[in-house]
């Protein structure tokens, strides 16, 4: 197993054009008056950060409708500062004080984990779930190592480009489908482990975002990597994935989470923010969502998609809930378990 050259350096890249932005906006307000722009002129700024798998749909879906939305209603123009990584790694520059005002990170196991009082997003509509989508299996073109469910990771010969549990929400998630379906299915803790430990036998190399791992895999790299089905389906700018989709019976449902960052809005962001938020589970903002590729939270926008169901699909708390998922299983095996035996 390799992590990719140079994470460390993207991750500083990323933290200087965080703190560029952010002197631009300081710099704007206070420029603004010199120039000769009046207040009523100036587009409103929101400060969002996201975890990479909601790139391409906000950028070319939904803030562009939201903008729409408050000129209509206000006649002001909004603009965003937005952040875009993995999960973990929006997580932390929000913990080392990155001036986030909503954040969006891949599940509770990075919400809990903010800066924001305990569980505040459970106040917001669908306990602060902004929509849904499972983890499946991308394999290569006529699926040559014939892999069905997560089990079949654990064979030998199997090149698995993994997301990586130091930044990736997609990488804990999916430690959490690779041992909660073989736990689900055996009942059997040791069968569960072992399944575990075959398939990191096989995490030949470690991205730090989702659309990272896609990239990889693009290229020709692997056999196989894990993907939300919302990545692996598209939507509208990605086209069609290069290699086949495996549905497995059993996997994890990713429920991506919106949090309100207060300490870092004032009263006068206060409406604004506001709305925005709200503007996310209204049923114009959900349709944006399912015609990219996830699931809604609006059962009725899914009826008419092309979506499989799971025999089994699980969530966060058919685990025991976020904390318990991170205590037990992602660090009491993964971590304390398997990469021993595995001398990492």
């Not at 123009?77 to 990155?98: H, K, M, P, Q």
């Not at 389906?233 to 086209?239: F, K, L, R, Y």
Request: hydrophobic share 40%; glycine share 8%.
């Amino acid at each position: 197993m390799r992590r990719v050259e140079g994470n460390g350096k993207k991750r500083k890249v990323g933290r200087i054009l965080i703190a560029v932005a952010v002197a631009a906006v300081v710099a704007l307000a206070w420029l603004a008056p010199k120039l000769g722009w009046s207040p009523a002129r100036q587009p409103k700024l929101v400060v969002l950060y996201c975890y990479s798998t909601l790139d391409e749909v906000m950028q070319e879906a939904l803030l562009p409708a939201f903008r729409a939305h408050w000129q209509e209603e206000h006649g002001e123009e909004v603009e965003f500062v937005t952040t875009f990584a993995g999960s973990g790694e929006i997580t932390d520059r929000i913990l080392d004080r990155y001036p986030a005002e909503v954040a969006i990170v891949s599940s509770e196991l990075d919400a809990y984990r903010l800066p924001v009082p305990w569980k505040s997003w459970k106040e917001l509509p669908h306990q602060g779930v902004l929509a849904r989508t499972p983890l499946v299996i991308v394999v290569q073109e006529g699926n040559p190592k014939a892999i069905h469910r997560f089990e079949g990771l654990s064979r030998t010969g199997i090149d698995l480009i993994h997301g990586d549990p130091l930044s990736s929400g997609l990488g804990n998630l999916a430690i959490l489908a690779e041992y909660g379906s073989g736990l689900r299915r055996t009942g059997d803790q040791e069968i569960a482990f072992n399944q575990l430990l075959g398939i990191w036998r096989n995490a030949a190399v470690l991205l730090p975002d989702a659309r990272q791992v896609h990239r990889h895999f693009d290229t020709g790299a692997g056999d196989v990597f894990i993907a939300y089905e919302q990545d692996a389906v598209g939507g509208p700018s990605n086209g069609p994935i290069r290699g086949e989709i495996v549905f497995p019976p059993s996997t994890i449902v990713g429920e991506p989470i919106v949090a309100r960052i207060d300490k870092n809005i004032t009263s006068k962001q206060e409406s604004l923010i506001e709305a925005f938020v709200s503007y996310l589970w209204s049923r114009e903002a959900q349709k944006i969502l399912v015609d990219y590729g996830f699931r809604s939270v609006n059962e009725d926008l899914n009826a008419s998609s092309l979506y499989l169901d799971f025999e089994d699909a699980f969530t966060l708390e058919d685990l025991g809930g976020a904390t318990t998922a991170r205590r037990e299983i992602l660090e009491g095996v993964w971590k304390d378990k398997v990469l021993p035996a595995l001398g990492r």
